[in-house]
């Protein structure tokens, strides 16, 4: 069941989705390239569909999906990944769609911009609060790195920051199914947004928990041990000094006796 929010959870999206038990209000989803999965071309479009078809499902019927995904250069002929997922939500409406360019060159191997897709239910009355840097229909903002994360085509923290602040209010929940090195968690935090995250990597884990939090999983475990430590070195000082004044309490109470016998 998934359902405590400002959490990671480690799994497969599609198995985790299916146990979520809130309604996020915006979900910001980028799903790995088909060279990162075990899947044929076939086999990843049907896996696009299925998990964008059920994060729709999930989604608060008020609620918006963006979309950010780069297409591929696959032996000389570019695959369209975008326009499989437009086809997927043919049944929804696309209301937006932009460009995120990551920089402004070419590259002969790789596309240099990402399409950025956003969703809504039919009738759906979404948040939108109109913030000026969402307005351009081409993006230019710099990625920004994670040390250790190795995916070098995470979408940058500042691109997240817009499209929370756009579709979305303080107080709200927000879904990343492919979490990765915790951009959109780190975000929410600073904008008083709810978050839930998933990832399959445990490596991946660690690094957005440091990335998120400012501290790994295993700094925590030992700054937990040390404080115990020291709750406990505190304590026994305290049962030392208490039989110490016990101890000359009895002393003195001798001394008296003595005294007066």
Known sequence: MVNETNKIYQGDALDLIDQLMVSPNLIIMSPPDSAETKFNQEQYREFLSNIYRKCMNKLDENGVLVSITTDRKIEGKIYTKHIDIINSMKDKVLFNYKIWAKKLGTNLYILTYCHILCFKNPKSRITNNKVEEWYPDVLLIERDKIKGYPSKDSFPSKLIDIIVRNYSRAGDLVL???????????????????????????????????????KSKKEKVEIGELNELNELNELNELNELNELNELNELNELNAEENLFS
């Open 176 to 214: 990343d199914p492919f979490l990765g090195s915790g951009k959109t968690a780190k975000v929410c935090n600073e904008l008083n947004r709810k978050w839930i995250g998933f990832e399959l990597s445990p490596s991946n884990i660690e690094i957005a928990d440091t990335f998120i939090n400012g």
